[in-house]
């Protein structure tokens, strides 16, 4: 029997989760993969395309690229409605019916109703979006004006790292960073040390940090605190929040009080045994309540390799599944070139070390997915390979 597994989206965990699943199942699946962009972007390096250190080409993987050699067929599209009762997925090209589906959607900015924000404001979620930020920065310093003002608003990982890259492009120009932050310090949900660490570096650089006051309107040049303070803005990037898609907002399927799909430990929606999602999208749930996961990269693609191996043996009705448990690891931020923070668990270390070392993680993903196809067949045609996956372990080539 040919089974239709369908993955919607192809970031992080939907990537992982395809290759997975076509090493898994072999030729008893149709693995189909569904994304709205062309290419698999690696977006933990946006901030350095808006300030136009790096190109977007040098971040991005085409899908079509690695994802055909490896057997599994993609579709560049938007999915705009999900009908579980009938298992199909909509999209403007018509119809497609899946056996098992997979959800790794993502997230989208969460503008907070604030008014203007949307229209005045620029999202920072994809390369496409850097792309339009460093675009528009340039002709801003072009005009030599003496009024430049950038503002962040968000000052978590994103509006940290992209606050430094707007050091690193504006120091020879007349222009004002401003940070700002709607809880008491910057990163939130980093230990307090460092915290004080970014907003000292930042604070020395001469980056303004506002803490504990929100936007609460924008306007084409300036923006409004909830203190009633108003500020000049000549370009405002958007890093306040984020909220699940349209997609998954219009699931009937149970979702938490933030709109997030909740799944249960084996990564499978409680009400429809069939739909499996990883990711920004979801909220994990067990026994104990929801797990207090962060937003991160790395946790989707664990998530992805589990869910994808629960997918093969529900379909195939070989074994029980496996629950989802959680790993931790170092998170790496950069504030320009010359100041990064590694961060593990209380502990962190800082240096401009830390910003090669992530440039070398963002190599390494990138050459990984471009040999996973190879990869990919030869573990399919190695007794135990599918073994190898469930061990979390590598192959070592």
């Given at each position: 029997m040919n089974f239709g597994i369908v993955i919607v989206g192809g970031g992080f965990g939907g990537l992982e989760a395809a290759f997975t699943l076509r090493t898994l199942m072999g030729d008893a699946a149709t693995i189909t993969l569904i994304d709205r962009?062309?290419?698999?972007?690696?977006?933990p390096s946006i901030h350095?395309?808006?300030?136009?250190?790096?190109?977007a080409r040098s971040i991005q993987i085409p899908?079509?690229?690695?994802?055909?050699?490896?057997?599994?067929?993609?579709?560049?599209?938007?999915?705009s409605a999900i009908?579980?009762?009938?298992?199909?997925?909509?999209?403007?090209?018509?119809?497609?019916?899946?056996?098992?589906?997979?959800?790794?959607?993502g997230a989208e900015n969460n503008f907070f109703g604030v008014p203007g924000a949307e229209r005045f404001s620029f999202r920072f979620r994809t390369s496409g979006d850097a792309l339009r930020i460093r675009e528009s920065l340039e002709r801003l310093l072009a005009e030599e004006r003496k009024d430049v003002h950038l503002v962040m608003a968000g000052g978590g990982t994103e509006g940290v790292e992209v606050a430094g890259e707007l050091l690193d492009r504006t120091h020879?120009?007349?222009?004002?960073?401003?940070v700002i932050e709607a809880?008491?310090?910057?990163?939130?949900?980093?230990?307090?040390?460092?915290?004080?660490?970014?907003?000292?570096?930042?604070?020395?650089?001469?980056?303004?940090?506002?803490?504990?006051?929100?936007?609460?309107?924008?306007?084409e040049a300036s923006l409004v605190l909830s203190s009633g303070r108003e500020l000049p803005q000549s370009m405002l990037i958007w890093s306040g929040g984020i909220k699940p898609s349209s997609l998954i907002n219009g699931l009937t399927l149970p979702k938490d009080p933030a709109g997030w799909l909740i799944v249960d430990d084996h990564l499978r929606s409680p009400?429809?045994?069939?739909?499996?999602?990883?990711?920004?999208?979801?909220?994990?749930?067990?026994?104990?309540?929801?797990?207090?996961?962060p937003k991160l990269a790395y946790h989707a693609q664990d998530q992805a390799k589990v869910a994808a191996i629960?997918?093969?043996?529900?379909?195939?009705?070989?074994?029980?599944?496996?629950?989802?448990?959680?790993?931790?690891?170092?998170?790496?931020?950069?504030?320009?070139?010359?100041?990064?923070i590694y961060a593990q668990g209380d502990k962190f270390w800082t240096g401009e070390w830390v910003v090669g070392l992530k440039k070398a993680v963002e190599r390494r993903h990138l050459m990984a997915y471009l040999s996973r196809p190879l990869i990919t067949g030869i573990a399919r045609r190695i007794p135990g390979g599918s073994l190898l996956i469930r061990m979390g372990l590598k192959l070592p080539f």
């Open positions: 962009q062309a290419e698999h972007s690696f977006l350095e395309v808006s300030s136009g250190k790096i190109d899908l079509e690229t690695i994802l055909a050699p490896a057997g599994i067929r993609y579709i560049q599209g938007d999915v009908d579980t009762v009938n298992r199909q997925v909509s999209m403007a090209a018509g119809g497609l019916g899946y056996d098992c589906l997979l959800l790794a959607t020879d120009h007349n222009a004002t960073i401003t809880q008491q310090q910057l990163l939130p949900g980093f230990p307090a040390a460092i915290r004080d660490f970014a907003e000292k570096y930042l604070r020395e650089k001469g980056v303004t940090i506002i803490t504990s006051e929100r936007i609460t309107a924008v306007r009400e429809d045994e069939r739909i499996f999602a990883v990711g920004d999208a979801v909220t994990v749930t067990t026994s104990n309540g929801a797990l207090p996961l629960n997918i093969s043996s529900f379909l195939q009705r070989s074994e029980d599944l496996i629950r989802y448990e959680p790993r931790f690891k170092p998170q790496l931020i950069s504030i320009g070139k010359n100041m990064g």
